[in-house]
């Protein structure tokens, strides 16, 4: 038998504790039954807290999907991304900013010479034509470094993953490592596709391993499915190869910092190692006199890269953040609208609480049970406010994943956003509960309680300070209003702007023959065939073609030499270009303005031509015709036997935002290593109609060929688009859910103000005041909030202005229009908000308002 023996301190410190939860259960029942008692007060707070809240939520888990969300690997702060900004020669095959792509060659010489690093990486993204067991599909993948997964940290979930056996000389390691994602949906999660065939852009490997749950690569919003050594480049891309070639960049890299390394001493120790592999370059690169102290100078920089490759994330980070600062001032609004509220509602309880103090209740005491309210208010408003924002967080999710090039965002909330929602409610308790509380825990009892001479002098406080809630929530209506104005005349400026050609009547598709093992030449030929065959299908009038398609982002950029042309020191000489049919031009409705198009004699074994725009020859030649001019590709100065024999208008290619840059056309026929073509039909009849018999036309040449993204031009467009679209409808909702809730909160301060005035106003009535004067005075209170808040949230729009060129298209944020709108609408709130106080102000009895208490 054993006894318990409690000490006396013990039990004091366990009878203390029961009491405090005793204490705190009896607030939260009190809470709940004063809330209960006004159930319309407690149902527009909740509700206006639960729009604050969820949009809130919701945007920022779309933010933190996009921006914030780290690569689920080991030490993910310990990887940094390379960069190396300045001249080099060559050409590009990169998506995002140039000054991170590598050669292999460099890549390998820094991975074998950088001891700063506990571990060098590579990384190409590719898109994969896969076949085996009974289906044909593309799918996004990666050519990776035999190191990949060793540096990232990752351990497989079955078999094996890459190790730098895996990376020996090209065509030589024929495996591949499976997404997990992938490996579930496509084989049923069965481990014994390990050592298993596929059969990857014509060519068998064998399946050695799956990649961790979670981890979908280090690009976000980019799911890799599959995973291919570098070195089997060249059987992936058999018209590239790119593996011993100094001057083509096309590789990211990412490191691995030594534990306990700062980036920048890091950084600092590479630039020794990294000038002498530049000065070994120097032969290969073939460099002028003047370029090779250009070429020497440049720097290895380092960034943070634990977020992983954010090349979606570098153009949706000023709209996410924008639009993150926009509901984040709905809170603030909500906010300071409630505790105006709770002061209103105060002065009601100015009686209570004074009752309370007299018989002995401390202030603490009464300051927990106020914040007790107004916690209660919050996680009501916040667990609604998480079912509001997981419905924002669908709607945005299935608005933007396809369009805009990110597959891997979930409409759901994770235990992050969870807590966020959580911190979120908390801080709303503790901003709009505060003042109030503080407010109400200060009066005197027996002032309270007795001539009400306190309660008149804390109700002038408190209008006062109401009214200074109402300017704040005016400006940021102000703000959000004007930003709704201003992004819907940047998406109607987008919507109607000169793309440079006809997106009508035209249906799109594109193939990828070089997938399939085409040669180039068969690719010429199958594209040939099928802009002949579809161009007799009834109803269309023109079939061109081009090897990236527009408005998709994709680019091409050569560095371009032109006899005559001299440099300046450090001028960057890079160019767009894109190879396209005979009729190109014809048909997609860009002008011509001198010389000639394409035609079916620029082929293969003929002369070289080009056809430029507008500001090629506004750069390159401002003072001469072009038209019969060599240039010469590569950079170089000799070689060059291109020449240009035709100029047309200016046309956006990669988006609708394009600042018009120098761009050069050469013919298909003429380009050496073609791989892919995007197909432009236009017709008579809606684009759409047209798909299942060029479908059909295609089965017919290459019937073992996946044919994709099949739409409408015009859609593409639109879709180019919806970034734009979907912040111009959200600041639009915002700014009108922040007017009708500073109308709410303005209608709120008037009321009250009535109501505390009333003697006042029977006395101004009594000696001979006109009703039309009772009326002004109640609207002059208005229209000064109003004017007060214009003015703050002008001065706001106009400090803001280099933040919102950056993101506006065609418009200033100095808008006459829009703000011209934005003050008329904040007026007819102010009309509307006052017309009723106003009235009732006017129509009071004398007799009735002095005896008013």
């Known amino acids: 038998m054993s006894l318990s023996f409690i000490s ?25 039954r004063v809330l209960s008692k006004n159930l319309g007060f407690t149902c527009v707070a909740v509700l206006t807290l639960a729009i604050g809240i969820g949009a809130n939520t919701g945007v920022f888990s779309l933010a933190y999907q996009l921006l914030l969300r780290q690569l689920p690997v080991y030490h993910p702060e310990e990887l940094v991304i390379l960069r190396s900004p300045g001249l080099v020669h060559g050409s590009f095959h990169f998506d995002g900013d140039i000054s991170s792509a590598f050669s292999y060659p460099m890549y390998r010489d820094l991975r074998n ?8 990486l590579a990384r190409f993204p590719a898109t994969f034509s896969i076949a085996g067991r009974g289906f044909s599909e593309r799918m996004h993948g990666e050519l990776v470094s035999g190191n990949y997964f060793e540096v990232l940290g990752i351990r497989p979930a079955v078999g094996r993953l890459f190790s730098m056996q895996d990376e020996t000389t090209p065509g030589a390691n ?14 049923g999660g069965k481990p014994d596709v390990i050592n298993s065939q596929i059969n990857i852009n014509g060519v068998s490997l064998t399946i050695v391993g ?21 070195t089997m480049k060249p059987e992936m891309t058999p018209h590239w190869d790119g593996l011993d070639d100094h001057s083509e960049y096309w590789l990211a890299l990412m490191a691995r910092l030594k534990p306990g390394a700062s980036l920048t001493q890091t950084q600092a120790n590479l630039q020794t190692n990294y000038h002498s ?3 070994a370059e120097i032969p290969v690169q073939k460099l002028s006199e003047t370029e090779r102290p250009q070429f020497l100078s440049r720097k290895l920089l380092l960034q943070p890269g634990g977020r992983g490759l954010l090349l ?30 709770l002061i209103a509602k105060g002065e009601v309880r100015r009686r209570e609480i004074a009752v309370r103090l007299a018989l002995g209740a401390s202030r603490a005491r009464v300051f927990r049970q106020l914040l007790t309210e107004s916690l209660i208010l919050a996680f009501a408003g916040g667990a609604a406010g998480i079912a509001l924002a997981v419905l924002i967080l669908h709607f945005l999710v299935s608005s933007i994943q396809q369009s805009v090039g990110v597959l891997d965002l979930k409409a759901q909330l994770d235990g992050h956003l969870l807590l966020y929602a959580i911190m979120i409610s908390a801080t709303t308790a503790f901003l709009f509960g505060l003042v109030p509380a503080l407010k109400l825990i200060r009066i005197d009892p027996q002032l309270s309680l007795g001539n009400q001479m306190g309660n008149r002098s804390g109700g002038s406080l408190n209008i006062r300070l109401r009214k200074g809630l109402m300017i704040f929530q005016v400006a940021v209506t102000v703000i959000l209003v004007a930003g709704g104005g201003l992004f819907t005349v940047s998406l109607l400026n987008l919507q109607n702007a000169n793309l440079g050609f006809r997106a009508d009547h035209i249906f799109e598709f594109s193939i990828a023959p070089e997938l399939n093992h085409y040669s180039a030449a068969q690719t010429i030929a199958l594209a040939d065939q099928l802009r002949t065959s579809i161009a007799r299908l009834p109803g269309v009038v023109s079939v061109s073609a081009e090897q990236l398609p527009l408005l998709s982002d994709a680019r091409y950029m050569l560095r371009v030499s032109i006899p005559g042309y001299n440099p300046a020191p450090g001028e960057n000489t890079l160019v767009e270009a894109d190879w396209i049919s005979p009729g190109y031009f014809a048909g997609l409705g860009i002008s011509l303005r001198a010389g000639r198009q394409f035609n079916e004699f620029d082929v293969a074994n003929s002369p070289k031509v080009a056809v430029v725009n507008e500001t090629f020859v506004q750069r390159f030649f401002p003072h001469s015709n072009p038209i019969g001019a060599y240039v010469g590709l590569g950079g170089q100065s000799t070689g060059a036997d291109i020449q240009i024999v035709g100029i047309v208008e200016n046309s956006k290619h990669d988006s609708v935002r394009d600042r018009i840059s120098p761009f050069i056309n050469l013919p298909y026929a003429q380009n050496a290593n073609l791989g892919q073509m995007t197909f432009y039909v236009r017709t008579t009849q809606a684009p759409d109609s047209i798909s299942s018999v060029v479908g059909k036309t295609i089965a017919e040449h290459a019937p073992d060929l996946p044919v994709y993204d099949k739409k409408a031009l015009s859609r593409q467009v639109e879709e ?28 709120g301060v008037m ?18 005041a006109t009703r039309h004067g009772i009326a002004w005075l109640v609207f002059r209170e208005v229209f000064f909030m109003a004017v007060a808040g214009f003015t703050i949230g002008l001065i706001a729009i106009f400090s803001s202005s280099r933040v919102l060129s950056s993101i506006l298209f065609g418009v200033n944020s100095a808008n006459p229009l829009i703000l011209g709108i934005t003050a008329a609408s904040i007026a007819i709130l102010a009309l509307l908000v006052g017309i009723l106080p106003a009235y009732r102000a006017a129509a009071l009895s004398p007799t009735i308002a002095l005896r008013h208490e």
């Open 8 to 32: 006396p301190e013990r039990g004091n410190h366990l009878a203390g504790s029961s009491t405090l939860v005793e204490t705190i259960w009896h607030d939260v029942r009190y809470g709940m």
């Open 174 to 187: 024929p495996v591949a490592v499976l997404g997990y994602g992938y490996w579930l949906d496509r084989f």
């Open 751 to 768: 009321a009250y103000m009535i109501v505390r005035r009333t003697r006042e106003i029977g006395v101004r009535i009594a000696l001979g």
């Open 277 to 279: 592999l530049l000065e």
């Open 720 to 747: 180019s688009m919806i970034a734009d679209k979907l912040l111009a409808l959200l600041s639009l909702g915002l700014g009108c859910l922040a007017a009708l809730i500073a109308a709410l909160g303005l209608y």
């Open 210 to 230: 799956v990649s961790p749950p979670g981890f979908h690569g280090v690009q976000n919003g980019l799911p890799s499915d599959i995973f291919i050594p570098l």
């Open 113 to 120: 010479s950088a001891h700063s690093f506990s571990g060098l």
């Open 312 to 341: 979606v994330q570098d153009d949706a980070q000023d709209p996410l953040l924008l639009l993150i600062a926009m509901v984040s001032l709905i809170l603030i609004i909500t906010c300071t609208n409630l505790a105006g509220l």
